[in-house]
C-alpha cells in the first residue's frame, strides 16, 4: 500500500489486504543509490539517526556484538560442517568475516565500494537483488544451506523478486535469516513520525512483524522463529532507556527492544505446501462459505 511523507504515522498494518504486505513510499527515492556509491561514498562520516558521525568501515567489532544472536545460531546448528553461506546485499562483509573460514563464504553486494575488502574473506558478486538471477547467475551461484540478509529488504523497491531469488538459491530445507526495522514496533508507535527509521531516506518499503510473517509464510519459508536483538547489543545502555521517558525532549527515538527483527525461515517443501493447501480446503468446507 502507498502512502505519502504526512501519513507514516496513521500506517495500520492490519488494514493490509491479505495480498499486500507492506507500506511503499509514494515519492520516488532520492539520489541517493546503491549501485552507483552514491550511497557509500560518505562511509567515513556517516551520519547515524542520532546524529553520530561513524566510519562504517571500522565497525567490525560493533556489527559482530549486534549480530552475535544469529552468529551463535548458526555457528550451534553447524559448527565445523562446511557449508555455504550466503549474504545478499553484504555491505563491508563484517557477517562473512565472523564466520568460520571452514565455509564457503559468499556475498552479493551492488557497491564495489563496500565490497572492497570483504573480497578478502569471501567471495563478492555485484548483482542487482531487484532483478530475477538468470540462468547463467544462478548456475554460477549454485545452492546454498543458508542465506542471510540484514537491513537491505527495507531499500528495495520490489521484495517479492528478492524472495524469489532467495527460494531459488537456497537448498531443499534451507536456512533464511532476515533482519529489518519493525515499523509497528512499540518506539514506532509512541514516536510516530520521530520514529529512527524513518530517518533514512533509502527505507522505502516499511513492514511489520505480522506484514512480514504473512510475505514470507507465502513466499514459501516456515519461520521457526522471531528475535528482537536489543539487550545483546551496543544500543542497550541506561542513556537509550531514560529517552523513552522524555519523548517531548527527542529529535528521534532511541534503540529498544522490537526495533529490529529477525526472522528464522526454513524453505518449505512441497509437502509443506500440499498440507496446508489440504488444511486451508478443510476449513473452507467447515465455514461453509457462500
Avoid at 50 to 74: A, S, T
Avoid at 164 to 180: A, D, Y
Avoid at 259 to 273: A, L, R, S, V
Wanted: aromatic share 18%.
Amino acid at each position: 500500500m502507498i502512502f505519502t511523507e504526512g501519513e507514516k504515522a496513521n500506517m495500520n498494518f492490519f488494514k493490509l489486504k491479505f495480498s499486500n504486505y507492506y507500506y511503499k513510499k509514494s515519492k520516488k527515492l532520492n539520489k541517493i543509490r546503491f549501485e552507483d556509491d552514491t550511497y557509500w561514498m560518505n562511509f567515513e562520516k556517516f551520519k547515524d539517526p542520532d546524529g553520530k558521525i561513524r566510519n562504517l568501515e571500522k565497525e567490525y567489532k560493533k556489527k559482530k556484538i549486534d549480530l552475535k544472536n544469529e552468529i551463535d545460531f548458526l555457528k550451534k546448528k553447524f559448527g565445523k560442517k562446511k557449508i555455504r553461506i550466503l549474504d545478499l546485499g553484504s555491505g563491508f562483509g563484517f557477517f562473512l568475516k565472523a564466520l568460520p573460514n571452514v565455509w564457503d563464504k559468499n556475498g552479493i553486494e551492488i557497491s564495489n565500494l563496500a565490497s572492497k575488502n570483504s573480497k578478502k574473506w569471501a567471495k563478492i558478486y555485484n548483482y542487482d537483488l531487484e532483478k530475477v538471477f538468470s540462468k547463467d547467475q544462478l548456475n554460477k551461484l549454485k545452492k546454498f544451506d543458508v542465506i542471510f540478509s540484514y537491513h537491505v529488504i527495507e531499500h528495495l523497491k520490489k521484495p517479492q523478486i528478492f524472495l524469489l531469488n532467495v527460494q531459488n538459491l537456497l537448498k531443499k530445507k534451507g536456512i533464511f535469516l532476515l533482519g529489518t526495522p519493525n515499523f509497528d514496533s512499540g518506539c514506532a508507535r509512541l514516536f510516530k513520525n520521530k520514529y529512527r527509521f524513518f530517518k533514512d531516506p533509502t527505507h522505502i518499503t516499511y513492514f511489520s512483524e505480522n506484514s512480514l510473517f504473512r510475505m514470507l509464510d507465502t513466499f514459501g519459508f516456515k519461520i521457526f522463529n522471531v528475535d528482537y536483538p536489543y539487550f545483546s547489543t551496543s544500543h542497550f545502555s541506561l542513556q537509550n532507556l531514560k529517552k523513552l521517558f522524555n519523548i517531548n525532549e527527542q529529535k528521534v527515538s532511541p534503540p529498544f527492544y522490537g526495533n529490529i527483527m529477525t526472522f528464522y525461515c526454513e524453505k518449505k517443501t512441497k509437502k509443506n505446501f500440499a498440507k496446508e493447501i489440504d488444511y486451508k480446503k478443510k476449513i473452507f468446507r467447515m465455514l461453509n462459505i457462500e
